[in-house]
């Protein structure tokens, strides 16, 4: 009983457009039951997606496409005009299943088929608790609620999508059909959401990464492992550089490690077991192998001995901060010594259930840009405001300014957490001090916290207004006790480092993935794979388009010359649906005066300049990394 009133209690928290959002569902619910009174339902909630609002499951013989969607919402309609009243009601377990027996939950009347989603929902529920069912005309289905006051409230909504799923997400059980839709509050939100949705589809990094030829997934490699194709890697390696210049800057040193470990490193650590269940399966030592196999050891019994390390075995690597405290450990250091600062593009791997993949947002190997601090208690503040400096710097050099500052800490109440509570209490008021220093509004977030340190999490909102955690600063006092680091301080004393995880970009892949969509594949000049496209008129002037080239070749920038025999309009075209920021249109009258007609892909024609004033204001574009 009590974890149903605690799910009545979070239902009545339920935000406005969640209510309208979950009303809508049952009325959609009810004119698919006016088409199609077979239609058996599952269950609707409305759901917190940048594109969808809720979604209702249903078992139907008609197959129901994008064709039916105009067919259902024209019924829908017909739904809101009438004004139902959401009424709800409660009964016992009992008369729940009588009425889900006889097939008017989920229905518009009884009739001769049970309702058996309903029913097997109700066997999952104790005897004894009292059920809520809301009815709007004559539609019953179990619900707890809450609804808006009547159907007349739902009037601006669409249905966007169909798909399959799984009954209660299990794949041994039935498929039924999802029909996702969204409602608002009104129509003129409705349309600017939808305007949001076309705008997204546009700027897919999906879609413009296989356009513009960046990146590939390729089903022989393997899902959620990127390739990155020339294109996309001249991008990435450009983020790079652009880092890398201000590791420099702030003292970092330089350092690479194995992709793979021992389990006993990560034992330590406590990423094994506690990643276990996002990690790629351990490899067994051939030596162990060999000596289990030859005792006849089944796969679960070889799996069990590498498990309680009774067999030595390796992992590919889901952090990189184990390899950084070996290090850092490698040498004896002083006070004197710290801070010590490792960087490294470490590539981690992870294993994402397939269906929580999506292209390079969420994938199965990524590089981050990471470092690791160990710095003195005294070091602590100042090292956290570089690291933060640090990420803004990459945020707003790329124009990313619109984003949240959301302070992960752990739960008391769970046991996820390793570690002493007070040294939790030092680092989480270490970084709610760095937050405020910020002057952006920040929020705290229980339980969000990594399992051995809390977090800063810059939260990015992309131009379409979906959130993505990109950079991150934690604090750690925890992995530093694990490993026993020391340093000694100046009372000749061995003392404890604190350790600072930091990444202003995260994962490259995901950094580049919302970077695409960030600019709609319009990359600034300094990181667009193709920077200058020069198009001869003709054939007669391709000599003078070739010594074009050499010159910014030689000053570093990314050219091509468009040789073909396509007119100088088509060529234009071809340039711009690459999306190359810079077409120099070279003819006679322009090789005659040694000059260049300039067009940029967004502001159009720039009219004539000599070679070398072009070469001159691209070079300087580029270093500035103008935006």
Same mark, same amino acid.
């Given at each position: 009983?009590?974890?149903? *009133? ?62 039916? &969607? ?6 829908? =309609? ?7 009243? &959401? ?5 016992? *377990? ?63 909504? #669409? ?47 999906? @879609? ?13 490699? %393997? ?67 060999? =000596? ?33 405290? *070996? ?64 990420? @803004? ?10 984003? *949240? ?10 046991? #996820? ?95 580049? %993935? ?6 709609? %594949? ?97 070079? @300087? ?7």
């Amino acid at each position: 009983m009590s974890k149903d *009133r605690k799910t009545l209690e979070e239902r009545d928290q339920m935000s406005d457009l969640e209510r309208l959002r979950h009303s809508t569902a049952h009325v959609m619910a009810t004119a698919i039951l006016k088409i199609w009174p077979d239609a058996q339902f599952a269950y609707g909630p409305p759901i917190d997606h940048e594109v969808y609002g809720f979604y209702y499951d249903v078992d139907l013989k008609h197959r129901i496409t994008p064709d039916d &969607f105009e067919k259902i919402e024209a019924e829908m =309609k017909k739904i809101v005009k009438e004004n139902q009243p &959401f009424e709800r009601m409660t009964v016992s *377990r009992d008369e729940a299943l009588e009425l889900a027996k006889s097939g008017r939950l989920g229905g518009l009347a009884e009739r001769d088929a049970e309702s058996v989603f309903k029913v097997d929902l109700l066997n999952d529920i104790p005897e004894g608790e009292e059920i809520s069912i809301f009815k709007n005309g004559d539609f019953w289905d179990l619900c707890a609620g809450p609804h808006v006051g009547r159907t007349g409230n739902c009037k601006a909504y #669409k249905i966007q999508s169909v798909a399959s799923a799984f009954y209660k997400g299990d794949a041994n059980n039935q498929q039924l059909q999802r029909l996702y839709g969204t409602a608002f509050k009104n129509k003129t939100l409705l349309t600017e959401h939808l305007e949001r949705v076309e705008e997204a589809k546009l700027r897919d990094h999906r @879609k413009l990464g296989k356009e513009l030829e960046l990146f590939k997934i390729d089903e022989q490699v %393997g899902q959620g492992l990127i390739l990155w194709l020339p294109n996309g890697a001249i991008i990435r390696q450009e983020l790079q550089n652009f880092i890398g210049e201000e590791l420099e800057r702030q003292g970092y040193s330089q350092v690479f490690t194995p992709h793979i470990g021992k389990l006993d490193l990560y034992r330590t650590s406590g990423h094994f077991p506690y990643y276990e269940d996002s990690q790629f399966v351990p490899v067994i030592e051939r030596d162990a192998l060999n =000596k289990l196999s030859d005792e006849g050891c089944s796969c679960a019994d070889l799996n069990n001995a590498l498990i309680n390390g009774e067999a030595d075995g390796f992992l590919l690597k889901p952090m990189n901060c184990p390899h950084h405290i *070996r290090i850092y450990d490698a040498s004896p250091h002083s006070y004197r010594d710290l801070p010590v600062r490792l960087a490294e593009f470490g590539t981690v791997y992870r294993w994402e259930q397939s269906g929580e993949l999506g292209g390079m947002t969420r994938v199965r190997c990524f590089t981050q840009d990471d470092a690791h601090l160990f710095v003195t208690p005294d070091q602590l503040d100042e090292e956290i405001q570089g690291c933060l400096e640090l990420v @803004k710097i990459v945020l707003g050099t790329l124009k990313m300014d619109d984003y *949240r500052v959301r302070v992960s800490l752990r739960d008391p109440e769970s046991d #996820k957490y390793v570690g002493d509570p007070a040294n939790w209490d030092k680092a989480e008021e270490a970084l709610r001090k760095a937050a405020q220093s910020l002057g952006k509004p920040f929020t705290e977030e229980e339980g969000e916290a990594a399992f051995y340190g809390p977090k800063i999490d810059f939260v990015v909102k992309d131009v379409i207004g979906r959130e993505w955690q990109l950079g991150t600063v934690q604090v750690d006092y925890n992995l530093p006790e694990r490993f026993d680091l020391h340093y000694t301080g100046a009372d000749n004393e061995k003392h404890r480092p604190v350790m600072i995880h930091r990444a202003p970009f995260g994962s490259m892949e995901r950094f580049v %993935g919302v970077l695409i969509e960030h600019f709609a %594949g319009h990359f600034p000049t300094w990181l667009s794979p193709e920077q200058v496209r020069i198009l001869p008129i003709s054939d007669k002037f391709a000599e003078y388009g070739q010594e074009i080239e050499a010159k910014l070749k030689a000053k570093g920038v990314r050219v091509k010359i468009d040789l073909t025999s396509e007119k100088v309009g088509a060529k234009i075209r071809l340039a711009q649906l690459a999306k190359v920021p810079y077409m120099l249109v070279a003819g006679a009258k322009e090789m005659e005066a040694g000059e260049v007609s300039v067009r940029h892909r967004n502001r159009g024609d720039e009219g004539t300049k000599s070679v070398d004033e072009f070469v001159d204001a691209i070079v @300087k574009e580029i270093e500035e990394r103008v935006v």
